[in-house]
């Protein structure tokens, strides 16, 4: 049964790992496989002012990412679904209505997507770095212990709910033990500029530089379109088999 059908789980009655849990199972099959806790009051500090959200020190704010597998999933909702075609941001609009679905009914405070511009601006990597999800790279890339830069990080949810996430346990740093190859990568890439129509590929070398999580690098479709904001990678007949497959249902993992 869906968690959100199971009545001896009313969204009220849950607290700090429970509802983390319940947020999980229903976030399960969209690909937001990413998912960490936080407290509001750890974020809040380590940021400046603009950033800052109107929150208690011990509320609890949840980051929310993705690997790979979001991609295929996305692509079977975006080909049913004519108001994402239309949409000039389908991706970002696929993410607020899954999370939107597998936040209904919690006591949500706020949601901030890593997309959305000043003044509602959310410094998403150190949030994903003080709850342990990713630490921030020399290369000011976010990297995961097992999926290395291979991550996107999509939201920053805030519940009207006490954390049980503790003080903030940072990301073990990626940099230990590595030579730093993401830094000459990011030399040349600094030098061709950033133009997504000309010189993406100089800045897909950054993360193919990272020795984490090399095996869970994005598909060509999937750069494209983050990079060179390549829309026809969405036509499905230019989506290869294997891109219009998927990989089946994700669980999110926490962390
Ligand atoms: C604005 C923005 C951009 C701008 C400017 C980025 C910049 N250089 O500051 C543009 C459009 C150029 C951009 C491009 C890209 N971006 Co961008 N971007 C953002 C966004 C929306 C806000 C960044 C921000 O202002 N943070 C607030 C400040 C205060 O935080 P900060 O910790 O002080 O600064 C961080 C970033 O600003 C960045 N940064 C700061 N200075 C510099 C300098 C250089 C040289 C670089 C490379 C990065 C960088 O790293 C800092 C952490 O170390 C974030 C999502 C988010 N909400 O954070 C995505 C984000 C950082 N971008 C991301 C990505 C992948 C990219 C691209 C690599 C590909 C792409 N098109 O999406 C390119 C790379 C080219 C480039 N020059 O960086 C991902 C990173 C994922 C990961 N695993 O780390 C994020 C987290 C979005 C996401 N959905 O996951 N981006």
């Known amino acids: ?3 959100s059908h199971d009545p001896s789980r009313r969204p009220q009655q ?3 790992s429970s509802l983390l849990r319940l947020v999980s199972e229903r976030l399960a099959g969209t690909g937001l496989d990413l998912l960490a806790p936080l407290a509001m009051g750890a974020y809040n500090r380590a940021v400046s002012e603009p950033l800052r959200l109107p929150a208690g020190d011990d509320r609890l704010a949840l980051v929310v990412g993705n ?3 979001l991609w295929p999933l996305f692509l079977k909702v975006f080909r049913r679904q004519s108001d994402l075609q239309r949409t000039s941001d389908p991706l970002d609009r696929y993410v607020e209505q899954a999370l ?3 936040l209904d009914g919690l006591p949500v405070l706020d949601v901030r997507g890593a997309h959305e511009p ?3 601006r959310v410094a998403i990597q150190r949030a994903a770095d003080l709850a342990g999800m990713a630490s921030l ?3 000011h ?6 999926y290395g830069p291979w991550i996107a990080l999509r939201a920053l949810v805030v519940l009207d709910m006490p954390t049980s996430a503790g003080p903030a346990w940072p990301a073990a740093p990626c940099w230990e033990g590595c030579g730093r190859p993401c ?3 990011l030399q040349k890439a600094l030098e061709v500029g950033w133009d997504p129509k000309r010189t993406w590929r100089a800045w897909v070398a950054i993360r193919d530089a990272c020795p984490r999580g090399r095996r869970h690098r994005y598909s060509e479709a999937a750069l494209r379109y983050h990079y060179a904001g390549d829309r026809t990678v969405l036509e499905p007949e230019l989506v290869s088999p294997e891109e219009g497959r998927g990989s089946g249902p994700s669980s999110p993992g926490v962390r």
Do not use: Q, W
């Open 1 to 3: 049964m869906p968690a």
């Open 14 to 16: 849950l607290v700090g």
């Open 67 to 69: 690997t790979r597998v």
């Open 100 to 102: 939107a679905r597998a």
């Open 118 to 120: 000043p003044p509602r």
């Open 137 to 139: 790279s020399p290369a």
């Open 141 to 146: 890339l976010s990297v995961h212990p097992i």
């Open 183 to 185: 830094l000459e990568a």
